[in-house]
C-alpha cells in the first residue's frame, strides 16, 4: 500500500481518501451504492475507523462490501479494536499532541502484536490534533493546536520526520466546522518532505481544491459521503485535477 501511495502520489496531484465510518451506515445496500459512486469519481483509497460505536461485526461487513473494489481498504483506528485481516493496511498512528501516554505509546504497544498476526502492513503516521478537533481530539486528550499557529504544527511535522514516520495526518476533527487553513499545509510543507494527510470538515470542492494546491499529500473526507454525496463525488473529481503548487 505504501508502494501504490508512492507512486500515486509522483503525478503531483493529491490523492483522496475516503473515510467510512461504520457507525455512521445504515443499511448495506446505502454502503454498496455510496463506495460505488465514490469508486467512479476515482477516490484512491477506503479508510475505514471513526472514534466511537464501531463492533468488529460492522467493521467487517463494511470490509466485505467494499472487497470488491481494487483500492486499498486501510484501517483508520481509534483504538486496538479496530483491527481485521480483512483490510490490506492500518494507520499505525500515534496522536503525538496528546496528553495521555495511551495515545501516545500505550495502544501501539498493545496493538502492534494484533497487526502482525492479522498480517495487515503498517503505515507509520504522526496523528496531530488541529483547532477544533472533534471527538478524536476530545477522546484522545489532545492539546490542540490552534488552527493558526502554523509554527507550532510545523514543529510537530518535523518532529515526526525526524522519528522516522511516513506520513502526518493534520486532523481538524470529524465535522469540525473548520477545516485545517490551506496556509497551514503550505507552511508545513516547507519545511517537511514527509507525506501530509489533511482531514477534518471538508465539505466543499472549493476548499478541497485550496487545501490540495496548497500541498495536502492526501485529503481525506468523511461526513460529506453520507450527508452529501454529490458534493463528495464533486471533491473527488475537483483534487483530481488539481496540481499542487509545490
Ligand atoms: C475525520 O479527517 C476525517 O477523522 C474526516 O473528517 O468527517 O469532517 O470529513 P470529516
Known amino acids: 500500500v505504501k508502494n501504490y501511495i508512492d507512486e500515486m502520489l509522483h503525478e503531483k496531484r493529491s490523492l483522496h481518501f475516503s473515510l ?59 483504538n486496538i479494536n479496530i483491527v481485521s485481516e480483512k483490510a490490506d493496511a492500518v494507520l499505525f498512528m500515534s496522536l503525538l499532541n496528546s496528553d495521555d501516554i495511551y495515545y501516545v505509546i500505550g495502544a501501539q504497544v498493545m496493538g502492534a502484536p494484533i497487526i502482525k498476526k492479522n498480517k495487515l502492513e503498517p503505515l507509520s503516521t504522526a496523528y496531530i490534533i488541529i483547532g477544533h478537533g472533534g471527538t478524536a481530539g476530545h477522546i484522545g486528550r489532545a492539546r490542540v493546536i490552534p488552527f493558526d ?23 481538524a476533527g470529524s465535522g469540525s466546522p473548520e477545516t485545517v487553513k490551506p ?33 495536502a499529500d492526501i485529503i481525506v473526507t468523511g461526513n460529506v459521503i453520507e450527508s452529501n454525496i454529490e458534493n463528495a463525488t464533486k471533491i473527488i473529481r475537483r483534487i483530481k485535477q488539481t496540481k499542487s503548487i509545490e
Request: charged content about 30%; overall charge negative.
Open 20 to 78: 467510512i465510518d461504520p457507525d455512521k451506515i445504515r443499511s448495506i445496500d446505502e454502503l454498496s451504492r455510496l463506495s460505488k459512486q465514490l469508486y467512479d469519481a476515482g477516490t484512491d483509497a477506503f479508510l475505514i475507523g471513526g472514534t466511537l460505536g464501531i463492533s468488529k461485526s460492522e467493521l467487517e461487513l463494511c470490509l466485505d462490501i467494499l472487497e470488491d473494489f481494487e483500492i486499498p481498504k486501510i484501517l483508520f483506528p481509534s
Open 183 to 215: 496556509e497551514m499545509v503550505s507552511a508545513v510543507k516547507k519545511i517537511s518532505r514527509i507525506n501530509l494527510i489533511v482531514g477534518g470538515g471538508i465539505r466543499s470542492e472549493e476548499k478541497a481544491e485550496k487545501i490540495a494546491s496548497a500541498g
Open 149 to 171: 499557529n502554523f509554527e507550532l504544527a510545523s514543529a510537530y511535522v518535523m518532529a515526526a520526520e525526524f522519528m522516522g514516520m511516513d506520513f502526518a495526518y493534520l486532523e
